[in-house]
């Protein structure tokens, strides 16, 4: 029998939920969360949405937000665990303690790092979103999408993919967001709270640090740093690296944030041959290959000179290679 | 008898064929023509492409875009002159002297102010985009959609609905795009070319236009300024207004650029409740409701102290009437 069955025979058959997501949450945790637990409550069941953390004040709007309980203020114990796009359970943070008291754990997520945690595992790489897994989930379940839920697993997909732009944009997902307008999905309503409710502060914010843009000489690598000065006012680098990405003839992004600890955060996106998570790797980082990450000890100056000697010697040596 | 079904025939049975475009060409437009034209050249019938310019250089990566004409450099006549995404006949430029010359004008558009200038006019307003129709139609006629031609539909339909965020998008724009991509639309090429080939200049010149921007004391109103000088260096202010839109609050983005000929050209966007139709009007401009524009005599300071003026008095009106 297939995970999916197991879960949709456990979905009918017990009576007490909790549901969580990673910490961090963003709008497929969330949207995957509050879908799966807003289908339990309609069916009658008992389900507690937890999270270690308030839920983000930018995704407040998604039905059901209100609902989402601290992981800290929970003491009871429940049949059934559910754990929605999270590769590890430490990755539930304060709710792992909860969620290791259930009879049996449910893992639905689309992470390859996946590390199936669960008694029961529904771990599909191929999907865009846990989003479009939960919605499968739904359907084969013969559950009613509800335009509440239908607005939650939108978003999910939508934020997940970065509108339909990522390389997880299959033919699949573009079907599952068809069905989901049908449901009832508020496509206004979601675009108008995710992309138009940006505070002027991140977008003076956002102009400070493209002003820092750098190009080597080569072209192939742009980067952009965030002093400490300017992130005091305001830290809203999401997305700020696809513009350096954005650039023609451009390899490899690179952003730089000095963080309180005295460490940097460094942060890489790759076009079409370059392995960043190699490069990642080098300094104790990692990721997937064309997005990863690491944090190096040192001033702003000293590591952006490191790691952009290092990025050019990797594309020295692969043009050697060639 | 439905347009669709007049036009399969023709498909069918005609021989030789001119199609073209809306001047200033966008990626619907485009996508649409391709499409087209590789379908009935697929289909070993005379197709020839033209258009009234050069094929934008942000476009040329469309499968077949070497094969557009220039308009001007064709004399001879063809039975079937083909329309594609035009509202009118004018609009098609210097292509519009030889589509006269065609026995028969089809003209196939998703505009609301469309003037069926065809002798066959299938007008689809609700249809994301013209390849959207476009697809259906060769869907319907039995056309093998190859993979050119695919990746010409998907990309007239990211375009026309700003990847899938504006209100055009629908159920059936997703469910395009999902056979779209089964037939070989080529995802990443094309989102590399679309939003990773920015230059430098356009870049610099972005952050440029985002210092100038203003809010009015009451947060409804954002607006940013292009000065002639600034213009001097690019030319690249395509969306920039959607950042003054999409500021938390703000009602009402304006983008004012100064033109060579003494004017101000202003653009107006608005979220959900001003009309900038009716703003633009006042000043002799025009458009939809939440996308006008209008062309003013005056220094940029003068102009932005009217129009700013005017669009607040629009906003206490509305207040009063409330």
Redesign the interface.
């Known amino acids: 029998m297939e995970a999916i069955e197991d879960i949709i025979k456990i979905l009918k058959t017990k009576q007490s939920f909790v549901l969580t997501t990673h910490i961090h949450a963003d709008g497929d945790a969330l949207g995957s969360l509050l879908a799966l637990g807003l289908a339990l409550l309609n069916n009658g069941k008992k389900a507690v949405m937890i999270h270690s953390e308030p839920v983000p004040e930018s995704y407040r709007f998604l039905p059901g937000a209100e609902m989402v309980k601290m992981a800290q203020d929970l003491t009871e114990s429940f049949e059934i665990g559910i754990v929605l796009d999270c590769t590890n359970l430490s990755r539930a943070g304060d709710a792992e303690q909860l969620l290791q008291k259930a009879e049996c754990i449910i893992n639905i997520d689309h992470h390859i790092s996946n590390e199936y945690f669960g008694q029961i595992n529904m771990v599909e790489t191929e999907a865009s979103a846990t989003g479009e897994m939960v919605c499968n989930l739904l359907v084969k379940g013969g559950f009613t999408i509800t335009p509440d839920i239908a607005t939650n697993l939108y978003t999910a997909i ?1 934020t997940d993919t970065g ?3 990522h ?1 997880n ?4 997902c ?2 599952t ?3 989901l ?2 449901c009832g999905a508020a ?2 309503f979601i ?2 709270h995710l ?6 502060q991140s ?2 914010f ?2 400070k640090v ?2 820092t ?1 750098s ?1 080597s000489e080569n072209g192939l690598i742009a980067w952009m740093t965030i002093s400490k000065d300017k992130i005091a006012e305001v830290d809203d680098s999401d997305g700020l690296i696809d ?1 350096a ?4 003839g ?1 390899e490899v992004g690179i952003l730089f944030k000095e963080l309180d600890s005295g460490e940097i955060k460094v942060s890489f996106r790759s ?2 041959f370059v392995d960043v998570n190699q490069l990642a790797a080098h300094f104790g980082g990692g990721g997937h290959e064309r997005a990863a990450g690491c944090s190096i000890k040192g001033t702003l100056k000293e590591v952006e000179q490191l790691v952009i000697r290092k990025t050019e010697e990797y594309l020295a040596k692969r043009r050697a290679a060639e």
Chains 1, 2 share one sequence.
Do not use: G, P
């Open positions: 939508i509108s339909f732009r390389q944009t299959t033919a699949n573009f079907r967001c068809a069905y307008l049908e496509h206004s675009q108008h992309y138009e409710q940006r505070s002027l977008l003076r956002m102009v493209l002003q843009l190009i513009y990405k954005s650039l023609k451009v076009k079409s």
